[in-house]
């Protein structure tokens, strides 16, 4: 038998405490693989020939199950990493619940839902649908988290997420029962699911922007439907926002939906029905009964006839649920960074398709792409959080210029000198009084040379015109260096009500970059101090196998020195100058982890409280 070696032993304590203190807590979870045993799942019924393509992606050809034959989320690695929801809360916002529903009732939580139809005299406490019409919210509940592996039904993208449920009295829908609902038990319910938008545009919704706001800043992350009205969602207060997820429709074919609403705004898409009404719609849980949506044989709290992008929100909200698992720690940015830098391009020969400064594709009418749920929990769990974020810009500008139908473009400069990695941009235009904001063409150039369209000429969608000021959104410029000469156009394309531009503001936020000395201790180059960091400093020291990344003064030796500088760049002080001799002793590999552990420790622990 072979004796046990000190040495080894010191350095497997000091690697059960660097997985402790760096790994997120869902990781840290027991998990076993989940594999669906839903009948409804692959399909084969009639009126549902083909399950939950958008799950899976797979169809019957011939008789035989194929793979990759529509657009998929790609879930079933996170499946079968464990990752189904188990510990997150969706909070859907629509008109109601059959709490009792088969699929639904194992996931429900009544401490979470409130039906805010309280509002018009309703009991606060019964969620249950009420109208004849009140079906929409079944089926968005089930895309999100209908209870899977028990044998019925289907299976939702995050299946054993707890599902509560914000009802909205459509019939008698107030703009306080949207903002209520938005904001409520924002610390509790993880992720919200809001399958719904103004149908015109430019209409004021200033309330629900402050109620996005205070439920991101809650900790709540807010996915919201880009619209069906193939018009620009960024001229959509509520989904203009940069604190919200907005989802676009994608169609079996690969391509943008012809309803779907498209901008800047658009963070990602999902699958959904190829048209609004009656082309390969999506299966999902329905109301019983006539009053539900029906047309699957034999399954009559089930439907395959639900679509839009109310369809392809709740599957988004469930993929969300799933990197909220896999990483607690993160908000509503650190779910955006999962999905931006892991969705998948579709529709590659489309023109729309733009590659920033930064290197990230963007096209209005996707967003960073289809969503891919396994390639995004793989990052949240390897990855913390962005840095706290910081927001800059060029403060109020007046410009005071007419702007002449269908005359020449006029434009704006102005400088910033930030540096920080851009995540959303914010443009206010003000107008004067009465103006048509659907005759013009409003475009944001950064200074490298991306473009970004905010307003689209679009005279059948000009809404109000009441407001004289309007905040678009952007996600385009995603990670590029702001620093530099930004430029601002906009053309009149329709004649008649020439309008004047009166003035503007910009404001960018970004995630506050590592100081140098820290960017010295990313030695894998991800812009991420993080464990991978911490074992190639150990692995110099003697501690595993490593490279020679972590000479951060590039004096050809891995020493006291180097270590000294990283565990100053975790916030625990520096106790000898950054280049020591040399011949500096090393602390024995036990006592050099448990001084890092404090240092990573405390770092984890500033980056909790972060604002």
Same mark, same amino acid.
């Given at each position: 038998?072979?004796?046990?070696?000190?040495?080894m032993?010191?350095?497997?304590?000091?690697?059960?405490?660097?997985?402790?203190?760096?790994?997120?807590?869902?990781?840290l979870?027991?998990?076993?693989?989940?594999?669906?045993n839903?009948?409804?799942?692959?399909?084969?019924?009639?009126?549902?020939?083909?399950?939950?393509?958008?799950?899976?992606?797979?169809?019957? #050809?011939?008789?035989?199950?194929?793979?990759?034959?529509?657009?998929?989320?790609?879930?079933?690695?996170?499946?079968?990493?464990?990752?189904?929801?188990?510990? #997150?809360?969706?909070?859907?916002?629509?008109?109601g619940?059959?709490?009792?529903?088969?699929?639904?009732a194992?996931?429900?939580?009544? !401490?979470?839902?409130?039906?805010?139809?309280?509002?018009?005299?309703?009991?606060?406490?019964?969620? !249950?649908?009420?109208n004849?019409?009140?079906?929409?919210?079944?089926?968005?509940?089930?895309?999100?988290?209908?209870?899977?592996?028990?044998?019925?039904?289907?299976?939702?993208?995050?299946?054993?997420?707890?599902?509560?449920?914000?009802?909205i009295?459509?019939? !008698?829908?107030?703009?306080?029962?949207?903002?209520?609902?938005?904001e409520?038990?924002?610390?509790?319910?993880?992720?919200?699911?809001?399958?719904?938008?103004?149908?015109?545009?430019?209409?004021?919704?200033?309330?629900?922007?402050?109620?996005?706001?205070?439920?991101?800043?809650?900790?709540? #992350?807010?996915?919201?439907?880009?619209?069906? %009205?193939? #018009?620009?969602?960024?001229?959509?207060?509520?989904?203009?926002?940069?604190?919200?997820?907005?989802?676009?429709?994608?169609?079996?074919?690969?391509?943008?939906?012809?309803?779907?609403?498209f %901008?800047?705004?658009?963070?990602?898409?999902?699958?959904?029905?190829?048209?609004?009404?009656n082309?390969?719609?999506?299966?999902?849980?329905?109301?019983?009964?006539?009053?539900?949506?029906?047309?699957?044989?034999?399954?009559?709290?089930?439907?395959n006839?639900?679509?839009?992008?109310?369809?392809?929100?709740?599957?988004?909200?469930?993929?969300?649920?799933?990197?909220?698992?896999?990483?607690?720690?993160?908000?509503? $940015?650190?779910?955006?960074?999962?999905?931006?830098?892991?969705?998948?391009?579709?529709?590659?020969?489309?023109?729309?398709?733009?590659?920033n400064?930064?290197?990230?594709?963007?096209?209005?009418?996707?967003?960073?792409?289809?969503?891919?749920?396994?390639a995004?929990?793989?990052?949240?769990?390897?990855?913390?959080?962005?840095?706290?974020?910081?927001?800059?810009?060029?403060?109020?500008?007046?410009?005071?210029?007419?702007?002449?139908?269908?005359?020449?473009?006029?434009?704006?400069?102005?400088?910033?000198?930030?540096?920080?990695?851009?995540?959303?941009?914010?443009?206010?235009?003000?107008?004067?009084?009465?103006?048509?904001w %659907?005759?013009?063409?409003?475009?944001?150039?950064?200074?490298?040379?991306?473009?970004?369209?905010?307003?689209?000429? !679009?005279?059948?969608?000009?809404?109000?015109?009441?407001?004289?000021?309007?905040?678009f959104?952007?996600?385009?410029?995603?990670?590029e260096?702001?620093?530099?000469?930004w430029?601002i156009?906009?053309?009149?394309?329709?004649?008649?009500?020439?309008?004047?531009w009166?003035?503007?503001?910009?404001?960018g936020?970004?995630?506050?970059?590592?100081?140098?000395?820290?960017?010295?201790?990313?030695?894998?180059?991800?812009?991420?101090?993080?464990?991978?960091?911490?074992?190639?400093?150990?692995?110099?020291f003697?501690?595993?196998?490593?490279?020679?990344?972590?000479?951060f003064?590039?004096?050809?030796?891995?020493?006291?020195?180097?270590?000294?500088?990283?565990?100053?760049?975790?916030?625990?002080?520096?106790?000898?100058?950054?280049?020591a001799p040399?011949?500096?002793?090393?602390?024995?590999?036990?006592?050099?982890?448990l001084?890092?552990?404090?240092?990573l420790?405390?770092?984890?622990?500033?980056? $909790?409280?972060?604002?």
């Amino acid at each position: 038998m072979r004796e046990p070696n000190p040495g080894m032993l010191a350095r497997g304590a000091w690697a059960i405490l660097v997985l402790i203190a760096l790994a997120p807590l869902g990781s840290l979870q027991a998990r076993g693989p989940f594999i669906p045993n839903d009948p409804l799942y692959f399909g084969g019924q009639g009126g549902n020939e083909n399950g939950q393509t958008y799950l899976h992606g797979k169809k019957w #050809v011939g008789g035989e199950l194929l793979d990759d034959q529509a657009p998929h989320i790609n879930v079933l690695g996170a499946w079968a990493a464990g990752y189904t929801g188990q510990g #997150v809360v969706i909070g859907i916002v629509d008109d109601g619940l059959e709490t009792a529903h088969e699929d639904l009732a194992p996931n429900f939580v009544a !401490e979470h839902s409130y039906n805010f139809g309280a509002l018009v005299g309703q009991d606060p406490t019964n969620v !249950e649908p009420v109208n004849a019409g009140d079906r929409h919210g079944m089926a968005a509940a089930g895309i999100a988290a209908a209870r899977g592996g028990n044998g019925l039904g289907i299976t939702g993208a995050a299946p054993h997420a707890s599902l509560s449920v914000l009802r909205i009295d459509w019939s !008698e829908a107030t703009g306080d029962m949207f903002t209520q609902a938005t904001e409520y038990h924002s610390d509790q319910i993880q992720v919200k699911s809001h399958s719904y938008s103004h149908s015109l545009s430019y209409m004021d919704d200033h309330e629900m922007v402050v109620a996005n706001r205070n439920s991101a800043a809650a900790g709540c #992350v807010n996915v919201r439907a880009a619209g069906n %009205g193939h #018009v620009n969602a960024n001229a959509k207060h509520a989904q203009a926002d940069r604190t919200a997820i907005v989802v676009a429709a994608l169609g079996s074919d690969g391509q943008a939906t012809d309803y779907s609403n498209f %901008g800047a705004n658009v963070f990602v898409t999902a699958p959904s029905s190829d048209t609004l009404y009656n082309l390969n719609q999506i299966t999902t849980t329905d109301r019983s009964g006539a009053d539900g949506f029906n047309g699957i044989s034999g399954y009559d709290s089930y439907t395959n006839a639900f679509g839009g992008t109310s369809a392809s929100t709740p599957a988004v909200a469930g993929v969300a649920a799933l990197i909220l698992q896999a990483n607690p720690d993160l908000d509503v $940015r650190g779910v955006k960074y999962a999905l931006a830098e892991t969705s998948r391009m579709v529709d590659a020969d489309h023109s729309g398709w733009q590659t920033n400064g930064a290197g990230y594709s963007f096209n209005p009418l996707y967003g960073f792409g289809l969503v891919d749920a396994t390639a995004a929990v793989e990052y949240a769990a390897a990855h913390t959080g962005p840095g706290a974020e910081i927001s800059f810009g060029s403060g109020p500008v007046v410009v005071g210029q007419a702007i002449a139908d269908i005359g020449p473009v006029v434009t704006r400069t102005f400088t910033i000198t930030d540096t920080n990695p851009l995540e959303s941009v914010e443009l206010d235009i003000t107008l004067a009084d009465e103006p048509h904001w %659907g005759n013009y063409d409003i475009y944001l150039t950064s200074p490298l040379g991306t473009t970004s369209q905010l307003a689209y000429n !679009e005279v059948h969608a000009p809404g109000s015109f009441e407001l004289t000021s309007w905040e678009f959104s952007s996600a385009q410029f995603w990670g590029e260096n702001p620093s530099g000469q930004w430029t601002i156009s906009i053309q009149d394309l329709v004649a008649e009500n020439s309008g004047t531009w009166q003035g503007y503001e910009f404001t960018g936020y970004a995630a506050l970059t590592m100081p140098e000395l820290i960017t010295m201790g990313d030695t894998d180059g991800d812009h991420d101090v993080d464990a991978v960091d911490y074992s190639n400093l150990m692995a110099q020291f003697g501690c595993s196998p490593g490279d020679d990344s972590a000479d951060f003064n590039n004096d050809g030796i891995v020493d006291l020195s180097d270590f000294t500088i990283l565990r100053g760049n975790f916030g625990y002080g520096t106790s000898t100058s950054q280049d020591a001799p040399d011949t500096a002793t090393v602390p024995e590999p036990a006592t050099l982890s448990l001084l890092a552990f404090g240092a990573l420790t405390l770092r984890r622990r500033r980056h $909790r409280c972060k604002g």
